[in-house]
């Protein structure tokens, strides 16, 4: 778990949060949501540490997850190497080895396997689908060691198959057996996110550092969403499962 | 695998080829009718110093290109010959020919602190990076011509680092070879590293500010490898961008393979030119860079419009 209080963060002058408390619950996959500009990837890298928020005298970050692994959206992707080797990349940062050993050929080959790509090992990375492209990168996270995924839009640019996809690897890999792996994604398409989110962080417009955070039943309600994208919209519930509509 | 294999086996056989061309035919007149003192005096330094320049300038772009993420980078166009060279004229003017390597050395370190840091370190942007390299090679090339200028004589030999030619340093074979070789077993040592900068910089895996650490290094090898290559052949345009280029565009994007397929590609690059320029108007010397680029540009333009879509894009 994720637990920030009194978060305060500034571009300038411009105030982006202010006195915002943040929580990411383990297990779970999350969902950021909220329009352009309001400070979603701000958030991702906060956590990430690659921005550094203020240091006032309530601020306090408290993290339980051994380690994060960030991806954005559109990931480039070198030419002219396989899957596995591509994967292999994480292994050459420690020591001075120029080839992998069994053990780490194994890791990689289970990494392909949980992100279902293991058929696709020896196909270039570049001929890969934008959705397998995203997933092999999930790999990277995975073999990196990661147990929260950060999630910058990287389902955003995907048809409707290839997300569910994606959302249902994810869900696949919240209970792997040593030791599941968080998901917190930034999305935009509302309905996928209330299918498959169970967390929801909702960062409001207009009114900087407001955030609305909720598990699924408590957070689709009209207030709550006509406040985070100031308009109109008609939810419908049908069995647990939320449906929902912009109005005008 | 097998077609790598296949192209591993062309420029190796390519590599060999050049270099026995370069040994065993030539123009040159006999010494008394000695041809051993024609191999030993001319052909085996300049074959030597055309490896070691190839190769050095070739590892050195693909270092450059990997971890800018810019196909455009090369140790010519960021300004890091010019400043090596410069290094190099300075010492030959003031300490009568000692340490040229060391001035070299120190000239393409701080042309390459100062292209890297002023064009942002791990956010390149690609103008800037190209504009201010630019600049600076301009800039250290005109103070090159000009302390050319100033000291007519010892023009020859600062002339001939600014245009390139292997008839510039005379340092030992020895000394070279000693030179190269560590150099090459410091990169072996490195290369792997350099797989990891193939990832998107956008990823971020927490814990570990890595890769920064590894840009540092690499340009600090790049910088040693430039100036070596600019000490045995002068300042080279061209050879640094299009052998690293070429290789990946035959090889991939896996730094092991990739430094083999390099060093070929340069050493073989630079043998063929300088028999080139040595026998084709005989007894006149074309300068290098002109040959280079003469046999240089359209075998590259030909591989970019045919197969560059992957690397471009």
Same mark, same amino acid.
């Given at each position: 778990?994720?637990?920030?209080?009194?978060?305060?963060?500034?571009?300038?002058?411009?105030?982006?949060?202010?006195?915002?408390?943040?929580?990411?619950?383990?297990?779970?996959?999350?969902?950021?949501?909220?329009?352009?500009?309001?400070?979603?990837?701000?958030?991702?890298?906060?956590?990430?540490?690659?921005?550094?928020?203020?240091?006032?005298?309530?601020?306090?970050?408290?993290?339980?997850?051994?380690?994060?692994?960030?991806?954005?959206?559109?990931?480039?992707?070198?030419?002219?190497?396989?899957?596995?080797?591509?994967?292999?990349?994480?292994?050459?940062?420690?020591?001075?080895?120029?080839?992998?050993?069994?053990?780490?050929?194994?890791?990689?080959?289970?990494?392909?396997?949980?992100?279902?790509?293991?058929?696709?090992?020896?196909?270039?990375?570049?001929?890969?689908?934008?959705?397998?492209?995203?997933?092999?990168?999930?790999?990277?996270?995975?073999?990196?060691?990661?147990?929260?995924?950060?999630?910058?839009?990287?389902?955003?640019?995907?048809?409707?198959?290839?997300?569910?996809?994606?959302?249902?690897?994810?869900?696949?890999?919240?209970?792997?057996?040593?030791?599941?792996?968080?998901?917190?994604?930034?999305?935009?398409?509302?309905?996928?996110?209330?299918?498959?989110?169970?967390?929801?962080?909702?960062?409001?417009?207009?009114?900087?550092?407001?955030?609305?955070?909720?598990?699924?039943?408590?957070?689709?309600?009209?207030?709550?969403?006509?406040?985070?994208?100031?308009?109109?919209?008609?939810?419908?519930?049908?069995?647990?499962?939320?449906?929902?509509?912009?109005?005008? | 695998?097998?077609?790598?294999?296949?192209?591993?086996?062309?420029?190796?056989?390519?590599?060999?080829?050049?270099?026995?061309?370069?040994?065993?035919?030539?123009?040159?007149?006999?010494?008394?009718?000695?041809?051993?003192?024609?191999?030993?005096?001319?052909?085996?330094?300049?074959?030597?110093?055309?490896?070691?320049?190839?190769?050095?300038?070739?590892?050195?772009?693909?270092?450059?290109?990997?971890?800018?993420?810019?196909?455009?980078?090369?140790?010519?166009?960021?300004?890091?010959?010019?400043?090596?060279?410069?290094?190099?004229?300075?010492?030959?003017?003031?300490?009568?020919?000692?340490?040229?390597?060391?001035?070299?050395?120190?000239?393409?370190?701080?042309?390459?602190?100062?292209?890297?840091?002023?064009?942002?370190?791990?956010?390149?942007?690609?103008?800037?990076?190209?504009?201010?390299?630019?600049?600076?090679?301009?800039?250290?090339?005109?103070?090159?011509?000009?302390?050319?200028?100033?000291?007519?004589?010892?023009?020859?030999?600062?002339?001939?680092?600014?245009?390139?030619?292997?008839?510039?340093?005379?340092?030992?074979?020895?000394?070279?070879? !000693? &030179?190269?070789?560590? =150099? %090459?077993?410091?990169? $072996?040592?490195?290369?792997?590293?350099? +797989? @990891? *900068?193939?990832?998107?910089?956008?990823?971020?895996?927490?814990?570990?500010?890595?890769?920064?650490?590894?840009?540092?290094?690499?340009?600090?090898?790049?910088?040693?490898?430039?100036?070596?290559?600019?000490?045995?052949?002068?300042?080279?345009?061209?050879?640094?961008?299009?052998?690293? !280029? &070429?290789?990946?565009? =035959? %090889?991939?994007?896996? $730094?092991?393979?990739?430094?083999?397929? +390099? @060093? *070929?590609?340069?050493?073989?690059?630079?043998?063929?030119?300088?028999?080139?320029?040595?026998?084709?108007?005989?007894?006149?010397?074309?300068?290098?860079?002109?040959?280079?680029?003469?046999?240089?540009?359209?075998?590259?333009?030909?591989?970019?419009?045919?197969?560059?879509?992957?690397? !471009?894009?």
């Amino acid at each position: 778990m994720i637990k920030i209080e009194e978060l305060n963060f500034k571009y300038n002058d411009e105030i982006i949060f202010e006195n915002a408390d943040v929580e990411i619950p383990s297990g779970k996959i999350t969902v950021i949501l909220g329009p352009n500009g309001v400070g979603k990837t701000t958030l991702l890298k906060i956590i990430t540490k690659s921005l550094k928020a203020q240091a006032t005298k309530g601020f306090s970050f408290q993290n339980d997850f051994k380690k994060m692994f960030y991806l954005p959206q559109n990931a480039s992707c070198p030419t002219g190497v396989s899957t596995f080797d591509y994967l292999s990349t994480v292994f050459f940062k420690n020591g001075w080895k120029w080839f992998l050993n069994e053990s780490e050929k194994e890791l990689v080959n289970k990494a392909l396997y949980e992100v279902e790509l293991f058929d696709k090992k020896d196909l270039n990375v570049e001929n890969l689908s934008a959705g397998e492209l995203q997933k092999a990168n999930m790999a990277l996270g995975l073999l990196s060691g990661a147990d929260l995924f950060l999630l910058d839009e990287a389902v955003s640019n995907m048809d409707l198959i290839n997300e569910i996809k994606i959302f249902n690897m994810l869900n696949k890999l919240l209970y792997k057996e040593d030791g599941g792996v968080t998901s917190v994604l930034i999305m935009h398409d509302i309905n996928t996110a209330a299918n498959f989110g169970e967390y929801f962080i909702g960062i409001k417009k207009g009114k900087k550092g407001k955030i609305v955070q909720a598990r699924k039943d408590e957070f689709f309600t009209k207030e709550n969403l006509k406040e985070i994208y100031g308009i109109d919209f008609e939810i419908t519930n049908l069995n647990g499962k939320i449906y929902v509509q912009a109005v005008g | 695998m097998k077609k790598k294999g296949l192209i591993f086996l062309i420029l190796f056989s390519g590599f060999i080829l050049s270099l026995l061309l370069s040994l065993f035919f030539g123009l040159e007149e006999p010494f008394r009718g000695d041809s051993a003192l024609i191999l030993s005096m001319i052909r085996i330094p300049a074959v030597l110093k055309a490896i070691v320049a190839g190769s050095c300038l070739a590892l050195s772009g693909m270092m450059l290109q990997t971890i800018s993420k810019n196909p455009l980078a090369d140790p010519y166009l960021t300004g890091l010959s010019s400043g090596a060279g410069l290094g190099i004229v300075l010492s030959i003017l003031l300490f009568n020919g000692i340490n040229y390597s060391i001035f070299g050395f120190l000239g393409a370190l701080i042309s390459a602190c100062l292209v890297i840091s002023l064009s942002g370190f791990s956010k390149f942007s690609i103008t800037k990076l190209i504009l201010i390299g630019l600049s600076l090679n301009l800039f250290a090339s005109s103070v090159i011509s000009f302390l050319i200028l100033l000291n007519p004589d010892k023009a020859y030999s600062m002339t001939l680092i600014l245009t390139g030619g292997f008839s510039s340093a005379d340092i030992s074979n020895k000394t070279l070879c !000693l &030179l190269f070789v560590i =150099l %090459l077993f410091i990169c $072996a040592l490195f290369i792997p590293k350099l +797989n @990891i *900068l193939r990832l998107d910089s956008r990823l971020v895996f927490q814990n570990e500010q890595g890769a920064n650490k590894f840009n540092i290094l690499f340009v600090i090898l790049s910088a040693f490898l430039t100036s070596l290559a600019v000490y045995s052949a002068g300042i080279l345009g061209f050879a640094g961008i299009i052998c690293p !280029l &070429l290789v990946r565009l =035959l %090889l991939g994007s896996d $730094a092991r393979i990739l430094f083999f397929g +390099n @060093i *070929l590609a340069g050493s073989t690059l630079l043998l063929i030119a300088n028999f080139i320029s040595n026998n084709l108007i005989y007894p006149m010397q074309i300068p290098l860079g002109v040959v280079v680029a003469i046999i240089g540009a359209p075998f590259f333009v030909f591989f970019l419009v045919k197969k560059g879509g992957a690397i !471009l894009k």
